[in-house]
């Protein structure tokens, strides 16, 4: 038995020396090759570069600047525009009969209504002042203002020129043709109470001891023309609104 025991134990000693010599033999040597430095990364950059990649190589990344938005709009300066010159607003309803005759055929030029302008005048502010050639009569004002109206005024050979103060001031004034005019017209009435259809109008304004006068006339188509026998006509909107700017006594220059 014992000799049987050291037998074994002796062929297995020579198999485990054996083994490794023979496993040697049969495999074929191991080739080491040296691999070149790597120039570049192939890790494909971005954050799997930098969790994996050499730090020392990878370029400095300069980042852009931060961006402001849009620099701020700044609007160019409005154009200058010439102010509106204001009509005056009139009290007196246009429609009403006792004013005006409703004419839509003869409408009046616009250019004639009333206006606050600027205007130059040697005549100091409350003057009235004629501008017969133009068919304006001027308030002046303060400042190189004026309050401008359209007027009528007289035919060829009716025109005059003058200074004179306001010597009276009348409402609805009634009317008594001059002699003179009756020559000329036979038919007309001696004398006319004030009402609508008088042709004094509205308003009167008497010239000093003349036979002249500025009134109003519900004929607003008649305004910026030759018409009268030598009177200044208004619209009776524009004659009431120049009656309670002046007084007796105001100076009035026609040109």
């Known amino acids: 038995m014992r000799t049987r025991f050291i ?3 002796t062929t297995a000693l ?20 040296a691999q070149p430095p790597r120039m570049q990364s192939e890790l494909g950059g971005g954050f799997i570069e930098f969790l994996f990649g050499d730090h020392a190589e990878r370029p400095t990344y300069a980042a ?3 961006y402001a938005g849009p620099a701020q709009y700044v609007a160019p300066p409005a154009y200058p525009q010439a102010a509106p010159q204001p009509l005056y607003v009139n009290t007196q309803p246009q429609a009403d009969p006792r004013l005006e005759i409703d004419r839509p055929d003869l409408p009046m030029d616009p250019q004639f209504l009333p206006r606050e302008v600027q205007y130059r005048s040697s ?4 003057t009235v002042v004629v501008d017969t050639p133009h068919h304006f009569l001027y308030l002046v004002e303060a400042d190189g203002m004026a309050r401008r109206y359209g007027i009528g005024v007289g035919r060829p050979g009716f025109t ?5 103060h306001i010597s009276a001031k009348k409402e609805w004034p009634g009317w008594t043709p001059p002699a003179e005019m009756l020559q000329r017209q036979p038919y007309l009435p001696r004398y006319m109470p004030g009402g609508p259809n008088n042709p004094l109008g509205a308003r009167a304004l008497y010239l000093g001891s ?3 006068r500025i009134h109003g006339s519900n004929e607003p188509w008649t305004i ?3 018409v009268s026998s030598g009177c200044i006509r208004m619209r009776n909107v524009d004659v009431m609104d120049l009656y309670n700017r002046v ?3 105001t100076t009035v220059v026609v040109m």
């Open 210 to 212: 003349t036979l002249y």
């Open 160 to 164: 005059w020129s003058g200074e004179h």
């Open 64 to 66: 852009p600047p931060r």
């Open 224 to 226: 910026g023309h030759n």
């Open 7 to 9: 037998h074994h134990a």
């Open 14 to 33: 020579i198999v485990a020396i054996a083994a490794p010599a023979a496993a040697q033999q049969m495999s074929p040597p191991m080739v080491v090759v």
């Open 247 to 249: 007084k007796v006594g």
């Open 123 to 126: 005549e100091p502010p409350g």
